[in-house]
């Protein structure tokens, strides 16, 4: 079994930072891309960073120049730098990750997510 556990959120004020990370575990092989997506109240879950497994990234428009995503394969963890915060960032934050098992499935996997709420 494989899990990935987020962490990191919480309360901040407009303008503040936060950083994400998630932890992948279980019968892990390797893992390919990782991602963290973020789901408001009443709208659809969207991409906000994603980063392959060579390093290479990509951000939605909306946070292009705030966030920064990163990863420490050693570790199987990715990370989101969160930076100027705005309320419209407000959402919960899932991780997820492209991993092949020992026993041989490439699966997608998600985290539980973890709250992010920025004041204004």
């Known amino acids: 079994q494989v899990q990935l556990v987020e962490s990191g959120g919480g309360l901040v004020q407009a303008g503040g930072s936060l950083r994400l990370s998630c932890a992948a575990s279980g019968t892990i092989f390797s893992i390919n891309a990782m991602a963290w997506y973020r789901q408001a109240p009443g709208k659809q879950r969207e991409l906000v960073a994603g980063?392959?497994?060579?390093?290479?990234?990509n951000y939605a428009d909306s946070v292009k120049g705030r966030f920064t995503i990163s990863r420490d394969n050693a570790k199987n963890t990715v990370y989101l730098q969160m930076n100027s915060l705005k309320p419209e960032d407000t959402a919960v934050y899932y991780c997820n990750g492209d991993i092949i098992t020992t026993r041989g499935p490439r699966l997608i996997y998600w985290g539980q997510g973890t709250q992010v709420t920025v004041s204004s």
């Open positions: 980063i392959t497994s060579g390093g290479s990234t």
